[in-house]
Each structure stands twice: as structure tokens, then as C-alpha cells.
């Protein structure tokens, strides 16, 4: 991540913090328009997306991939695990319990939308899901993969997988590979991508949202909140520092603190640098932050806008932010859960 990318986000959120809008109501159909009309040069609606053209075949088994511990040293766990469809992607812990029995050093991330994401894992690493899907299964406190070259062997002797990795890749004489295999499963993810309130609110129905949801539409827009959050992720996109104006342990209790991209780079500037989070289905995706320190959204509204924006938002302006905040809720498809 080069210096100037980490401070450029910053200098938004500064310029962003010259007033503390608060809308107090969206009553016309006048002002409604025109909310519709700025949100629409924000967000981007899920209907946007161009018709899947990955073959049955190959979301089949990446499918059969996502949901199978024996991608895992010793059988236990699956992605599925952490990243459970049942909920939204998640497994609502602070940090998840690996195929070694220890847990994870940072909070997982949905699922569900992450091939939306300009980057991967919390520090940026990996550039896509396809990428992201083979990192955790090398972790050795993850899913314990010795190599790539050992899960290959393990499937190799499953009879199940020499079919469908042949049907997946026809035209490839020895299919069952690592690179296959990752990009099977992100195939499969690509697939997570399910319609919300919101986005038929972006589709032109403004009916869709009723007017608490609007005015903290309006709220979440004024404040400054669409610096890191906009687009058709609702973030995913930037790096960050987490603690603009205080530090963010201080706030949300951490019992560890996180140097985040630091960690990675070791440069100085990446200090507490992390991936803007995607906003879809947070009110489902607790507990937040990349520590998961904090088990409820209106806190995390709270502390966010104070930490990050300078911001003491009242209990009104933070009530009707979260009300939006829900409209971003969306179920997959039953097809997709195991």
C-alpha cells in the first residue's frame, strides 16, 4: 500500500467533518427525490451486476468445497465454519476457533458480498476471492493445510472429486489442482450476491424505505459516513485507520491492540490501517470490528462516528442511522445453504 493511498482517505474524512449534519425528517415527496437522487450518486444497486456466466458445474463443486471439512488437517472444520450461510456468512464470533482448537487473531469477515470487495482480509492482502480462498486453508492455525500439494493428494483419493473437478474443468487432463480448487470455491461466492430493501430503494421504488430508514439514509450521508462507505459494497474498498481522532482501543475496550497493515508492511504510516468493511447485512454480521470487540450496532454507529468523524451523534440521529443500516439485510437463497 503505498503512503500516499493510507493518507488520501484521511484527508477526506477531515474535509467531511466541517458541520454535524442531523436531519431531522424527510416529509415531501421533494426532499425524498432529492435523497433519492443523492443516494443514487453514492450507492450502486445489486441489480447492476452483470448475469453469471460461471457454469453450474463448476459452483457445484465449489459448493461441495465450501461446506467439506475434509479441507481442513484433521477433519474438523470447513469454510463453512466461520463463514456459515445460516448466518449471513459469519459465525457471530469475536474471532473463530481453527482446526488446531485456537483461535484466529482477527474477527471474520462475511462471506456473503465479498467479491464485491477491492481487497481481501482485513490488512489487504489478497487481491480477490480467489485468492482469499486458499489463504485460510494454509494458516496453520486456520485449517492446517501442511501444502498445497498435501490437500491435493487427500482429494485426489476422493472418487466424489475426481468427478466433479472433471466436470468443472473438461478440458483439463489432470484437473485437481490448488488453483482449481480456490477458484472453484470463490465461483461459488461469486454467487452470494442476494437483493435488499435498499437496493430496490436504488432500483426506483422509494416506497421501498419508510421514513425513519430515509432520514437515516440522510444522516449516514451527511455525516460523512459515505467517505468509506458508498458504492455497491457500502465499503470494501480502502484502507483506513481505525481510531482517526482517538485511539479506537480506547473506545471499544480491545484487549489486544491491533497494528494492523503495521503488522505487514512494518512502515510507520500503516499503523491501524485496515480494510473498510462492506456495510451489507451488519446488522447481522456482529459482533464488529476487526477484533470483534463490540456486539451492538448502536454502539458501533456511536463509536465510529466519534473516532472517526469527531462526531457525538445524539440517540435520535443514531436510532434512524441504524434503521437504515437494516434496509442493507438480504437472505441467500436456500440453494446455496447447505
Not at 469477515?109 to 481487497?119: Q, R
Request: with cysteine; proline share 4%.
Amino acid at each position: 500500500m503505498k503512503k500516499i493511498l493510507a493518507v488520501l482517505p484521511v484527508l477526506a474524512i477531515v474535509v467531511s467533518c466541517n458541520s454535524n449534519s442531523k436531519v431531522e425528517d424527510v416529509p415531501t415527496e421533494e426532499v425524498t427525490s432529492e435523497l433519492f437522487k443523492k443516494a443514487s450518486s453514492v450507492f450502486v444497486s445489486i441489480s447492476s451486476l452483470p448475469e453469471s456466466t460461471i457454469s453450474r458445474e463448476m459452483i457445484v463443486l465449489g459448493k461441495k468445497l465450501y461446506f467439506d471439512n475434509q479441507l481442513s488437517k484433521n477433519n474438523t472444520i470447513s469454510c463453512s465454519s466461520c463463514h456459515d450461510l445460516n448466518k449471513y456468512g459469519v459465525d457471530n464470533l469475536p474471532t473463530s476457533l481453527g482446526d488446531t482448537k485456537l483461535n484466529g487473531n482477527r474477527n471474520s469477515p462475511s462471506t456473503i458480498y465479498a467479491f464485491l470487495h477491492g481487497m481481501q482480509f482485513w490488512d489487504g492482502r489478497a487481491k480477490d476471492v480467489e485468492e482469499q480462498a486458499g489463504g485460510p486453508l494454509l494458516n496453520p492455525i486456520e485449517h492446517g493445510i501442511p501444502s498445497e500439494a498435501y490437500l491435493i493428494q487427500k482429494l485426489s483419493k476422493i472418487h466424489e472429486y475426481a468427478k466433479l473437478f472433471k466436470a468443472a474443468f473438461p478440458t483439463e487432463k489432470n484437473p485437481i489442482t490448488f488453483k482449481n480448487l480456490t477458484s472453484a470455491i470463490a465461483s461459488f461466492e461469486r454467487q452470494l450476491s442476494p437483493t435488499s430493501k435498499f437496493d430496490e430503494y436504488l432500483d426506483g421504488n422509494e416506497s421501498a424505505l419508510n421514513e425513519k430508514e430515509k432520514t437515516g439514509l440522510a444522516n449516514f450521508m451527511d455525516n460523512g459516513c459515505i467517505t468509506c462507505h458508498s458504492g455497491i459494497a457500502i465499503g470494501g474498498q480502502m484502507m483506513q485507520k481505525f481510531g482517526v481522532y482517538s485511539n479506537y482501543w480506547e473506545a471499544t475496550k480491545s484487549k489486544k491492540i491491533d497494528n494492523g497493515l503495521f503488522d505487514r508492511t512494518k512502515i510507520e504510516t500503516d499503523k491501524y490501517l485496515f480494510k473498510t468493511p462492506s456495510l451489507r447485512n451488519v446488522e447481522k454480521t456482529y459482533p464488529y470490528f476487526h477484533d470483534g470487540s463490540i456486539q451492538s450496532l448502536k454502539e458501533t454507529i456511536k463509536i465510529m462516528a466519534k473516532i472517526q468523524l469527531n462526531k457525538d451523534l445524539d440517540q435520535e440521529q443514531i436510532s434512524s442511522i441504524e434503521a437504515f443500516l437494516k434496509t442493507l439485510t438480504a437472505d441467500v437463497s436456500l440453494e446455496y445453504k447447505k
